[in-house]
């Protein structure tokens, strides 16, 4: 009987050992996403403090933890984008692209630079002319980001001089027309004037459509 | 005194090592500036295009191959034989009109494109979804994930030379695909991951069948890792063909089981958790060699660890009508009009790193989607790397053990 008591005792010893251990790891978990939280914050206190040397601001946008947008000047962009590769271990290039504000005369190149020891994100955004849109290319730096400026300058016609292979083909062979991801660009009145309407086809609004078919109860609300 | 531009560029030209290294064979050219010196007129070389209609190619894309002997002295990759303008067309499309679009940008694998879509847009809208849409989309990402796997492990040995197991794998991923279709109503694209949730609940009895499917599964990776893995043929070709070395990872932007093949420890699911990965219980598979024979190994891992995580997400899940709804209300998603923010969401795929950036400008019609795709970097700057030096005859296997998937290259 005391041995069944005994291994009972023991068993119970192992549980709350085990319990701790549990509590001691999470705590440990809990400390280290403190920590990595704290130093996301003290690198966006360092972007901060290089405001006026790169002429930095910070747009508009809900940042989260993990994640932070950052307006760079054109001229100071790529110093900046080393400054966080060699400085800060931003090493990986996520991906480079625009979007394209036709309203405001301006292409937003985005830059999204990742950090593996915080797994923090900074997306550096360069608005540039859209009338002559020419940046310096950052190649040098990551040599996959030429295939990105090459694709920049089909779809939007940025140039990006010195980049490798930068007025080659991409996707698009012997494109003639405008730049085609560019905001002006209209795809359907491209369609209409270079296939023709296959016979026998038919098109339904989708809006339309769907009001028959899928809501009748709240269409009628609308 | 020493100007300052010159050192700086001296600095950055400490990067030109990555460009193609001078192999060690006589018959190769010179390399001037990385690039080779060769002049087609000789005789010496020979310029070979591996697509795009060939079978030795991976999906729509072409290799221009400059060769001495077998040997590759020069590869550069073609792409547009697939541009959709996806991107394109999603900017004169509402929110929801865009679904059917994004499944489609990457055939074997349309969870991730739906999962990231619709996580960008709750993120930007705020909407929060309940707590069993957010198991069962996990659970229709990993059944994606082992879904594409088995259908590289055909391309993979297919390159080799041994289709038979390509044809057990495709026959196990149809198994998986009877899964999909039963839970999502799909078989290739599902759109059963929508802004709010996912379209329907688990149905009866779907547990049972999916276990029996992965015990299927189980059976035939066995069977693989003894033909597959200790084969000759496959051990002989592999290994040592197309070596990532860890200081190229970086400067490729290389992810997913190629930057683990080469011993760095790089998993999206562990670095920045989403859904309940970070309930599960899982580590990442690395190694060490980095050759294709290392990354096929540790995709073969990943695949008997998604097996894993299926049964871990089946026993976890809050099931029958006490784990809640799966779908948050939304408001009428024909009108639904997205605050202004961007955001990037990412997403570990097959391949690597699966992100959608998307830009809103408060109306209905998002500004810019933008899709980052592994293989955009995988297939092209990294593929014309590693090829140099490589046999002709292996650029197959090559090209599929980087697992490149052309779709994800010209959205």
Redesign the interface.
Known sequence: MQDMADVQNRENLQNRENLQNQENLQNQENLQDMKKLQDMKKTADKISALKNRFEISFPR??N?D??L?VIAAEQHAVPFITWLRDMESY?????F?A??FIEDGLF?L?Y?LHN?QL?H?I?VLVMISRDEPVMESIH?????A???QQELFEMYGIEFPGSPRLYE?????GWQDIP??R?E?D??AYSEETYFPRPGRKTFD??EY?KEQL?PG?AESW | MVDKRLKRSAEASAYKKMEPEPVDNPKFPPVKDGASQYDLNSGKYLKVWQGPQHPGITGNMSLELVTTGDRIVECRTHVGYLHRGFEKLMERRKYIQCFPLVCRICVPEPDFNEYLFAAGAEELAGVEIPEKAVWLRTLTLEMARLTSFLMWIGGQIGAFGMGTIGQWTVTMRDYMLDRFEELTGGRIYHMYIIPGGVRADVPQGFFGRMEETLRKVERVMDDIELTMFHNAVFKKRAEGLGVIDPALVDVYGVTGPNARASGVRRDVRKDSPYLVYDQLDFSIVTDEKGDAYARAWVRYQEMRQSIDLIRQIMAKMPKGEKGGPFFEKLPNVLHWKIPAGQTYKRAECTRGEYGFFMVSDGSEYPRRVYVRGPSYSHAIALMEQIAVGANISDTAGLMVSLHTYPPEIER
């Open positions: 946008l809900e989260r993990d994640l947008f090493t990986h290039l996520v991906f692209t979007v394209d937003q985005t999204m593996y797994h994100d997306a040098h730096l990551w040599p996959h030429a295939t990105y083909d991409f996707a698009l062979e085609p991801m905001r660009f795809t359907r989708t809006v769907m809501y709240e």
